[in-house]
């Protein structure tokens, strides 16, 4: 084991829940040295111990309140003092607007990602499966995946093109950002906003998982509507992180993904130098396993949105730029019901991906770390064997978990990448699951 992966596990053992800052969406404020954090106004004339501050806004300044997403920070150095950035490639990172390929109303499905090169760090592990809208209009969203075994070392990301939410599948991530420590392992994800800069250390020898890159408004909890004031992902469980800054004079390479490309420029000292900040532009981790599952306690399935952990709204109210979905441990008690996810052709397209073990719904073929795409109108549900044995099921209480799957729902059709629509990890016969499904019916 590298002492790199035994000191950033250290690292995340020591993060217990006092260094944590809890609830969503809420003001949160932390100093990593007491009386760093100015009281009563933002920005004195002269910040605490010769800080700097600066001011960092995920939303415009004038949108409303409940969505509004700013924080300010109080650091050694500001962020403008920095090089020229200059061109980088862009590695197996892809944005939209996706004009690889064309939209393709087939179902497809993909294995998990190949072994990486050794040395292969978070970022450089970044493949882009494919998308939709268009980075520059801050419209639609990008699926990642990623597979990393080695740590970024001296190495910083920003993404100026939207949110990270970032689904560990197998090993846990060290997340270093701007804002301090948070650790996500296999069943936790983590947010991390618009320009908030990070570091990816791994807690395990490699880590795998997925991404979605929200382009659009920032995900937000979804409204409860008659479900009331409590429910689905409850705003406390939400872990943001406190003031954790880095002291660090040599040379660091600050990556920038700006509309679709990857921009790189050297600092001579690490830009995670914040000791203070308050705000609500922050980064999260959530426990999936903490979701409080809502569903039918009588009869038929609920529709999936009941299971949205996070939405990111559009401007049509209702409408979900991206909706991040999860199929977490539940009891099944509907009478009279075929209880697994009912067939179906949907508006809204689907990537489903796998946390672990087993989704209800395809009986095999659909494995941790890999996922599915189920475009606009394009029709899926159970495969043959679910069908037939949720058909003849007695209908007893189940419990169902043995499982942890998701699903990134996106208002317009996901456009794969040239390498996904090519990839060997592609399935070939995924339509196959939907053969033998026999007629019963008989005029
Ligand atoms: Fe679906």
């Known amino acids: 084991m590298s ?14 829940d006092g260094s944590y800052s809890f609830g969503f969406g809420n003001e949160h404020s932390s100093e990593a040295v007491p009386g760093a954090l100015p009281q ?26 409940a969505h509004n997403r700013r924080s300010w920070l109080y650091r050694i150095r500001p ?15 892809r944005s939209a607007p996706f004009t690889e390929t ?30 939709n809208g268009d980075t520059t209009q801050r419209t639609g969203m990008a699926v990642h995946l990623y597979h990393a075994n080695a740590p970024m070392a001296d190495r910083v990301f920003s993404d100026s093109d939207g949110e990270l939410l970032i689904v560990p599948e197998h090993g846990g991530l060290l997340l270093c950002t701007e804002l301090g420590l948070l650790a996500a392992r296999p069943g936790e994800v983590a947010l991390i906003p618009r320009g908030v800069r990070f570091r990816v ?19 937000e909890l979804p409204d409860l509507g008659p479900i ?72 038929d399935h609920p529709d999936p949105s009941i299971f949205t952990v996070l ?40 990537y489903m991906g796998l946390i672990e073990g087993a989704y209800d719904a395809k009986a095999e073929g659909f494995v941790p770390g890999g996922g599915s795409l189920h475009n606009m109108m394009s029709a899926h549900g159970p495969d043959r064997d679910t069908f037939d044995r949720a058909s003849a099921a007695e209908l007893k209480p189940q419990k169902i978990d043995d499982g942890l799957a998701f699903m990134f729902e996106t208002r317009w059709p996901l456009t794969a990448t040239r390498q996904a629509a090519t990839a060997h990890h592609l399935q070939q016969g995924y ?13």
């Open 3 to 16: 002492s790199g992966i035994e000191q950033a596990r250290k690292t995340a053992e020591g993060l217990t």
């Open 40 to 65: 009563g106004r933002n920005s004195p004339q002269r910040a605490p111990l010769g800080l700097y501050a600066e001011q960092l806004s995920g939303t415009a300044f004038t949108e409303p309140r």
């Open 79 to 93: 962020s403008a003092a920095h090089p020229p950035f200059t061109r980088i490639d862009n590695g197996a990172v």
């Open 102 to 131: 064309v939209p393709d109303p087939n179902r497809l499905r993909w294995n998990p990602l190949p072994e990486p090169a050794p040395g292969t760090d978070w970022l450089a592990g970044l493949w882009t499966l494919g998308g």
């Open 201 to 219: 250390e791994l807690l395990d020898e490699s880590g795998r998982g997925y991404v979605c890159e929200n382009y659009g408004r920032p995900f």
């Open 228 to 299: 009331g004031a409590n429910g689905l992902a409850n705003a406390r469980d939400f872990r943001a992180p406190t003031a954790a800054y880095e002291d660090v004079e040599r040379p660091v390479e600050v990556v920038n993904k700006f509309c679709g490309n990857l921009w790189s420029a050297v600092y001579d000292h690490s830009p995670l130098d914040v000791v203070a900040w308050h705000g609500t532009h922050v980064p999260y981790v959530y426990d999936l396993r903490r979701f409080n599952v809502i569903g039918s306690i009588s009869y």
């Open 311 to 350: 939405t990111s709204p559009s401007d049509t109210p209702g409408l979900a730029g991206v909706d991040f979905v999860v199929f977490a441990p539940r009891w099944l008690v509907g009478e009279d019901t075929f209880r697994p996810p009912y067939f179906h052709r949907n508006v809204m397209s689907e």
């Open 431 to 443: 339509d196959d699951v939907w053969q033998g499904l026999e007629r019963h019916f008989r005029s």
